[in-house]
């Protein structure tokens, strides 16, 4: 049975919305805050992130960490999890979710590079069976939209997450510009389809700073929803200005308002 346009549009706009929402939660909680700590949360506004990501991606927070770690340790060497210049671009983009597990189910590279998040008792209990979550997440979707949509909007995320994610750490570290002295990319689109990780070649040079956008003309989708929390006092930056890695040009960018 072929579905209706008007159940095909209002599963894109859920699908993409669930995305969007996954994404938020993957840039600003679990790459800007976990694994970098520029940001740290209140104890409800980790609740909420930890939650959404268990239902919509199934990630286990400790297992992403110590991949993103290593990246950053090792970048575009032999080492890397994940990179184009060792792979090509291509060979990350299609296979960026085979190379993440790899990494992330080898116990040596949990413990060395995510020692400081074990495994907590709502961990072993609910987060860290994903399978749950996503059948969850998809079973919330069903219910409140119907089945037909549901399970639509859910293939449209999965796609579109997957391959977004794909996108940073292939298309991220091969196309785009490099005002920094380093092997990662700015790229505008790739910034607003996940919520501003296409600023890769910034967050490189300043890994600890919760801001992707060092100008004024680049958009961050990410910083819009951190600096609301921070208002609300439901969360907390590291620094309060742009410090650029010592092997990246030596000088500070004031942190644009
Ligand atoms: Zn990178
Ligand atoms: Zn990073």
């Known amino acids: 049975m072929v579905p209706a346009v008007s159940t095909i549009i209002l599963a894109l706009v859920v699908g993409v919305g669930v995305t969007t929402l996954a994404n938020i939660c993957t840039t600003v909680y679990l790459h800007r805050g976990l694994s970098h700590r520029a940001i740290t949360f209140s104890r409800p506004a980790h609740a909420v992130f930890k939650t959404v990501l268990w239902l919509s991606t199934g990630i286990k927070v400790r297992e992403w960490v110590a991949v993103h770690r290593k990246h950053h340790a090792h970048t575009d060497t032999p080492d890397d999890p994940h990179s184009p210049a060792i792979s090509g671009w291509k060979t990350v983009q299609i296979k960026n979710l085979a190379m993440y597990r790899a990494a992330a189910h080898d116990r040596a590279n949990v413990d060395k590079y995510a020692k400081d998040l074990a495994p907590t008792a709502w961990d072993r209990v609910l987060f860290d069976r994903s399978w749950l979550g996503l059948t969850l997440g998809t079973l919330i979707l069903c219910g ?8 639509l909007a859910a293939a449209i995320h999965v796609n579109y997450y997957l391959a977004a994610s794909a996108a940073v750490n292939a298309i991220g570290h091969h196309f785009g510009r490099r005002p920094y002295n380093n092997s990662a990319t700015n790229l505008q689109w790739l910034a607003f389809i996940t919520a501003g990780e296409g600023f890769h ?28 929390l921070t208002w609300m006092k439901l969360a907390r930056l590291r620094l309060n200005e742009i410090v650029l890695a010592p092997d990246q040009r030596r000088e500070r960018v004031p942190q644009p308002a």
């Open 144 to 151: 409140v939209f119907g089945w037909q949509v549901g399970l």
């Open 201 to 228: 070649n910034n967050h490189h040079a300043a890994p600890t700073s919760a801001r992707f956008a060092h100008r004024w003309y680049q958009l961050d989708p990410g910083w819009w929803v951190i600096k609301p």
